[in-house]
């Protein structure tokens, strides 16, 4: 298994508070991803990094931020938590594409389970 | 542009196949094909490039048709552990998936 890891695996707080959720890899893949799941939506991309201090934003982004300051570390806040953020966020790594696609599988860490009240 | 999966849920019996199509309105790079158990992570299944290369699970078969940008997950002799939901996801950047909603197959004995 890809070492990939996840903190906290559940945190519940209160709507207006700030959350950071991060998640750690020991492969030395350069991209990273964080994915929000919910019913009836499939996986959902927030926001990648494809490198260190490189990041973009996914289909999902407002109301979230991220930073990557090294390569095994990819943070995700929220910095004023809002009920519609409960959900259940997953990290993934990945290699390098190639020729132009994303030729390489991503593997997913375990999943934070997010309750925003 | 999320990619539209069909059907959306199957019920099997044990031996029986099944057929998960994904369709996109937008030129791929490639296709890759998850499976996810309940209150678990997605796992890679699946990788299907422009061009013909595949790259994945031996017991899994699927196609791409770039000219329609559909792909299909063919799961023959189905077994009980291939409950789940699938999910395909589609590269229209190079360095991104896009997920499909999931297709929720469940074996029964």
């Known amino acids: 298994d890809a070492g990939i890891t996840q903190s906290p695996r559940h945190k519940v707080t209160e709507t207006g508070t700030p959350v950071t959720l991060r998640c750690h890899q020991t492969?030395?893949?350069?991209?990273m991803y964080w994915y929000r799941q919910d019913p009836g939506h499939g996986l959902r991309l927030i926001h990648y990094?494809?490198?260190?201090?490189?990041?973009d934003k996914g289909e999902v982004s407002d109301g979230y931020s991220v930073s990557r300051s090294k390569t095994e570390d990819f943070l995700l806040t929220l910095e004023s938590a809002t009920s519609s953020q409960t959900s259940v966020y997953f990290c993934?790594?990945?290699?390098?594409?190639?020729?132009?696609?994303?030729?390489?599988?991503?593997?997913f860490g375990p999943g934070t389970r997010l309750t925003v009240l | 542009q999320q990619p539209v999966q069909s059907p959306q849920a199957v019920i099997l019996r044990e031996g029986e196949d099944a057929v998960i199509n994904c369709s996109s309105s937008?030129?791929?790079?490639?296709v890759h094909w998850y499976r996810q158990k309940h209150g678990e992570a997605p796992v890679f299944l699946m990788i299907?490039?422009?061009?013909?290369e595949q790259k994945g699970h031996e017991k899994i078969s699927a196609s791409f048709n770039e000219k329609k940008q559909q792909s299909s997950l063919y799961l023959t002799a189905s077994q009980l552990s291939y409950s789940g939901t699938y999910f395909c996801?589609?590269?229209?950047?190079?360095?991104?998936?896009?997920f499909g909603e999931g297709t929720q197959l469940t074996v029964n004995p």
């Open positions: 492969e030395n893949h350069r991209y």
């Open positions: 990094s494809y490198g260190v201090k490189d990041t």
């Open positions: 993934a790594i990945s290699e390098t594409s190639r020729g132009g696609a994303v030729y390489n599988e991503q593997f």
């Open positions: 996801g589609t590269d229209l950047s190079g360095s991104r998936l896009t």
């Open positions: 937008k030129a791929l790079y490639s």
């Open positions: 299907l490039l422009k061009g013909g």
